[in-house]
């Protein structure tokens, strides 16, 4: 007789391992609490859904300990993931830097042939179904919001995290697990905005440019990433902020004074940039400062550049010292602020921390607490970085876990 398997959460995870269970003999229910299915999907790459990275690696993730992660990865893997989604209609889009998306670039490709599969495969789908309590006897006991209860052989806890909570991730599933007897290590958003410490951002807000951020702690760099930053009247942002943000906030939450470099001239270095200066202003004696910075950088950052350096705005080029040329090369090169927070879970990706995976098997994804219970996706103290890591990491321990509750 097969196992009847009770998932929490139709997102990516959920629904890949409802999937899992029916291909492998078992008969799966989905609870899902909001009206439909795979709502946060639809968000994922801009809305055209990165699902995957051909470029993937462990160091790509994140967490207390990132390596529980690799067994499912290497069993479900990118080439795995993308045959798979092949076979449900999706022809893969290979782009820069490995990521992969589906060929309509459309995220709604990917929920349409995930929902046709669970209608087609007689999957039971419950939406608008909170789960309030967990239980564990002979079997599991799940009770909604509402009171109603289902009963089943096994259960997987793929609600999600705390991220984009717009698409109904409101950290119910820790709680869940809390109740379990899981501990839940610190969470935090990941992927986020970061806010910086200065007076002039109001004046920054909107300059974009191709450079290179740092995270620097004790003036000693710990991670950087390059492309095109933001800033905003906040602080920053850019595909490179969200790749630092979720070191910036672990040594935060350390107690650690934060700083975020930038460089907006990063083809030269330092001393190279000097030279440039010490020649180009040489070529405009009669113009100030001011005027002369025109076409070299964004206008909008001149007037902000020449008050941290304490450059008069009128001075003219042709005299300015070189100790003032030196703090325009400095400053071009690697401009410092003091990070202070992010912004908050409705603009985070993904979230950082979560269920402790000392506590879970890392090759079945099943509870070391309580058998018969999986944990997946986001819920884990497991997150990637920026470019499909995050649905690899879904869609493999969702598989690994929905194998696994219908086998055993």
Request: with cysteine.
């Amino acid at each position: 007789m097969s196992k009847k398997i009770i998932i929490i959460g139709g997102g990516a995870a959920g629904m890949m391992a409802a999937l899992s269970v029916k291909r492998n003999g078992g008969d799966a229910l989905i609870l899902e609490k909001n009206d439909r299915v795979g709502k946060k999907l639809l968000a994922t790459g801009n809305g055209r859904c990165n699902y995957t990275n051909k470029n993937l690696n462990i160091n790509n993730y994140h967490g207390n300990n990132p390596k529980f992660a690799y067994s499912a990865l290497s069993e479900f893997d990118v080439e795995r993931t993308i045959e798979f989604f092949e076979s449900l209609g999706i022809t893969p889009a290979v782009e820069d830097n490995g990521k992969v998306f589906p060929l309509s670039f459309q995220a709604s490709s990917m929920l349409d042939v995930l929902r046709y599969e669970i209608e087609t495969q007689g999957i039971e789908l419950i939406t608008e179904a909170q789960v309030f309590e967990i239980k564990k006897k002979n079997q599991f006991t799940v009770t909604l919001k509402d009171k109603r209860i289902f009963e089943g052989d096994r259960v997987i806890i793929a609600t999600g995290g705390m991220a984009l909570p717009s698409s109904g991730s409101d950290g119910n599933g820790y709680n869940l697990c809390k109740k379990l007897g899981h501990t839940i290590t610190e969470i935090f958003p990941g992927l986020v905005q970061l806010k910086l410490e200065s007076k002039f951002l109001r004046a920054l807000d909107g300059v974009k440019f191709l450079g290179v951020a740092g995270i620097y702690i004790d003036n000693k760099l710990i991670l950087e990433d390059s492309g095109d930053i933001l800033f905003t009247s906040y602080g920053i942002s850019g595909p490179p902020v969200l790749q630092l943000s979720r070191t910036a906030l672990d040594y935060m939450n350390k107690e650690k004074n934060v700083e975020l470099r930038v460089s907006i001239i990063h083809t030269k270095t330092q001393e190279e940039l000097l030279e440039y200066l010490v020649n180009r202003f040489k070529l405009m004696p009669n113009k100030t400062i001011e005027i002369a910075l025109i076409g070299l950088i964004n206008k909008k950052l001149i007037i902000p550049l020449l008050k941290e350096t304490n450059i008069d705005k009128n001075k003219n080029a042709a005299s300015l010292s070189k100790d003032e040329m030196r703090k325009l090369s400095e400053i071009l090169t690697s401009w410092s602020f003091k990070v202070i927070g992010s912004q908050s879970w409705g603009n985070a990706q993904v979230t950082a921390g979560g269920v402790n995976t000392a506590e879970v098997d890392n090759k079945t994804m099943e509870s070391k607490i309580v058998k018969g219970l999986y944990i997946v996706g986001e819920l884990l103290d497991i997150d990637g970085d920026c470019g499909g890591f995050n649905l690899q990491w879904a869609w493999s321990s969702g598989y690994i876990a929905g194998l696994n509750a219908a086998k055993n």
